[in-house]
């Protein structure tokens, strides 16, 4: 995997200000145990002692070190446990006063044996989650916000039932699909119109994959499309530069969410970035998720037979129907 030397940086920033408030929190506990039992902080001091003296009679000639060695060990154990004994009488942990990690793999650092920690992974994920998802600011939309009252209860003959058990069906299936995302998993398309709840399922599912760990990139049609034209056309070689930064964490990111598309200017170029964009994560196995009004004979139209051919026969399609639920929080006042 290549990494964005950038969002890489970010990350080792991340870990190392959790390392720093570790130590912070540990100096913290010390202080607070030494003032209230003085007996622990001469423990702790004869212990280091102790250690001193042991790491020099290890390389001592001396013809009774391993006497004495067997003899401090005694006595370094028996401090350990009065230790022990007096953070317990206060109700604490025997390591509360021991290092602390956030990951106790690699201690903090973002580096164990093998090379990069698999936490340093976690963070440059989450850091490029946070980069790429212009959608995902502060709205905190959660699956647990979901009010399917906003949705119609009356049958109708048109969809066989209604469309509070459509979306029912729907919000179960968002729901399940990021509890259990994964490379095997299907990419999918939300069809309907306006307010139907298209843009806050999405959200939620970007929010819960983005947690597992795994990078996400959220962004609307026009502005992702917008740093294809922008990589290609710009004559800004920063800005050039910038846009082709995001324009391969679109293509590589584990979960894309292409928001309203349709609403972008269609241009043969934009349609060719679009058609790159599904064929390179398909090709890759990468998951997507678009949103649009459009129909099947509309995207055929906009796009073209090789995008609306990829859609139908490579994407799983859930259809969000109802009335706009922004309309119906206004007549409501909410």
Same mark, same amino acid.
């Given at each position: 995997?290549?990494?964005?030397?950038?969002?890489?940086?970010?990350?080792?920033?991340?870990?190392?200000?959790?390392?720093?408030?570790?130590?912070?929190?540990?100096?913290?506990?010390?202080?607070?145990?030494?003032?209230?039992?003085?007996?622990?902080?001469?423990?702790?001091?004869?212990?280091?002692?102790?250690?001193?003296?042991?790491?020099?009679?290890?390389?001592?000639?001396?013809?009774?070190?391993?006497?004495?060695?067997?003899?401090?060990?005694?006595?370094?154990?028996?401090?350990?446990?009065?230790?022990?004994?007096?953070?317990?009488?206060?109700?604490?942990?025997?390591?509360? =006063?021991?290092?602390?990690?956030?990951?106790?793999?690699?201690? $903090?650092? @973002? +580096?164990?044996? !093998?090379?990069?920690?698999?936490? *340093?992974?976690?963070?440059?994920?989450?850091?490029?989650?946070?980069?790429?998802?212009?959608? =995902?600011?502060?709205?905190?939309?959660?699956?647990?916000?979901? $009010?399917? @009252? +906003?949705?119609? !209860?009356?049958?109708?003959?048109? *969809?066989?039932?209604?469309?509070?058990?459509?979306?029912?069906?729907?919000?179960?299936?968002?729901?399940?699909?990021?509890?259990?995302?994964?490379?095997?998993?299907?990419?999918?398309?939300?069809?309907?119109?306006?307010?139907?709840?298209?843009?806050?399922?999405?959200?939620?599912?970007?929010?819960?994959?983005?947690?597992?760990?795994?990078?996400?990139?959220?962004?609307?049609?026009?502005?992702?499309?917008?740093?294809?034209?922008?990589?290609?056309?710009?004559?800004?070689?920063?800005?050039?530069?910038?846009?082709?930064?995001?324009?391969?964490?679109?293509?590589?990111?584990?979960?894309?969410?292409?928001?309203?598309?349709?609403?972008?200017?269609?241009?043969?170029?934009?349609?060719?970035?679009?058609?790159?964009?599904?064929?390179?994560?398909?090709?890759?196995?990468?998951?997507?998720?678009?949103?649009?009004?459009?129909?099947?004979?509309?995207?055929?139209?906009?796009?073209?037979?090789?995008?609306?051919?990829?859609?139908?026969?490579?994407?799983?399609?859930?259809?969000?129907?109802?009335?706009?639920?922004?309309?119906?929080?206004?007549?409501?006042?909410?």
């Amino acid at each position: 995997m290549a990494y964005n030397a950038a969002i890489l940086s970010k990350a080792r920033a991340n870990i190392a200000r959790r390392h720093e408030e570790n130590l912070a929190e540990q100096e913290r506990r010390t202080r607070s145990v030494y003032a209230r039992e003085p007996r622990v902080r001469a423990i702790d001091a004869a212990l280091r002692r102790q250690m001193a003296e042991l790491c020099a009679l290890t390389f001592s000639r001396e013809p009774d070190a391993r006497d004495k060695i067997t003899a401090l060990r005694e006595k370094n154990m028996a401090m350990q446990r009065e230790r022990a004994g007096i953070l317990r009488r206060y109700g604490l942990g025997e390591d509360y =006063l021991d290092e602390l990690y956030s990951c106790p793999t690699c201690h $903090d650092t @973002g +580096y164990d044996g !093998a090379g990069m920690c698999e936490c *340093l992974r976690r963070e440059y994920k989450a850091e490029l989650t946070r980069t790429l998802s212009g959608l =995902l600011r502060d709205n905190g939309e959660t699956f647990a916000d979901f $009010d399917a @009252g +906003y949705y119609s !209860a009356e049958r109708s003959p048109e *969809l066989g039932a209604s469309p509070r058990e459509v979306m029912g069906l729907v919000y179960e299936t968002c729901r399940a699909y990021a509890a259990n995302f994964s490379p095997g998993s299907p990419s999918l398309i939300f069809r309907g119109g306006p307010g139907l709840g298209k843009t806050f399922l999405s959200a939620c599912i970007a929010r819960e994959v983005a947690a597992k760990g795994c990078s996400v990139a959220y962004e609307s049609a026009p502005t992702a499309l917008g740093e294809f034209e922008t990589q290609r056309f710009s004559r800004d070689a920063a800005e050039a530069e910038s846009a082709a930064v995001k324009v391969r964490e679109y293509l590589s990111c584990d979960l894309m969410i292409l928001d309203d598309l349709g609403t972008e200017m269609a241009t043969s170029f934009t349609v060719s970035a679009l058609y790159q964009l599904i064929n390179t994560r398909l090709t890759a196995s990468k998951q997507t998720i678009i949103s649009t009004n459009l129909s099947d004979e509309e995207i055929a139209r906009r796009y073209g037979g090789q995008i609306a051919s990829r859609l139908a026969g490579e994407f799983e399609l859930l259809t969000f129907v109802g009335s706009d639920i922004r309309r119906i929080k206004k007549e409501r006042g909410e």
